[in-house]
């Protein structure tokens, strides 16, 4: 992604990574919104497709965690919508879900999704699960 710099504005310290957090769950959402912000992240969160859709083409994140069961489209309604947008067209997704299987995991790589992670999350490792996605993303050629 050309527009995410690697350093802050000083040119020496690394800026936060933007993570949008789209669940229907708001205590799902607070506790993992609290856990990334302490593990450095900058956080968004939406709670339906359509907010998440507004607010990834308006901050741009660098890694969106996607639940699948959201109240107006599921998730991979909002990915399919987020690949046809050239703003968010090559954001990576991390879904998570209580859904699991190979076939939640099989639709997920046709719509270009990088990783599937099933509630309950890992808080701990979750942070580095993350960056880990990002920085694979980044070192892939174009």
């Known amino acids: 992604m050309d527009h995410v710099p690697t350093t802050g504005s000083n040119g020496r310290e ?18 993992l919104e609290y856990n990334l912000s302490r593990q450095d992240f900058e956080v968004f969160t939406a709670g339906n497709g359509q907010e998440a859709l507004d607010l990834a083409r308006q901050v741009r994140p660098d890694v969106i965690l996607l639940d699948l069961m959201l109240p107006d489209f599921d998730g991979f309604s909002v990915c399919q919508r987020l690949r046809k947008q050239p703003l968010t ?31 309950p999350v890992n808080l701990q490792s979750l942070g580095s699960h993350i960056r880990a996605v990002f920085q694979q993303h980044q070192e892939e050629p174009l």
Do not use: M, Y
């Not at 800026?15 to 205590?27: A, F, N, T």
């Not at 954001?91 to 599937?116: D, F, W």
């Open 89 to 119: 067209s090559n954001v990576p997704v991390i879904i998570i879900s209580a859904l699991g299987g190979q076939t939640i995991i099989g639709r997920g790589i046709a719509l270009g999704v990088r990783s599937c992670l099933r509630k």
């Open 14 to 31: 690394p800026r936060k990574l933007k993570v949008l957090l789209v669940d229907d769950e708001p205590e799902f959402r607070e506790l």
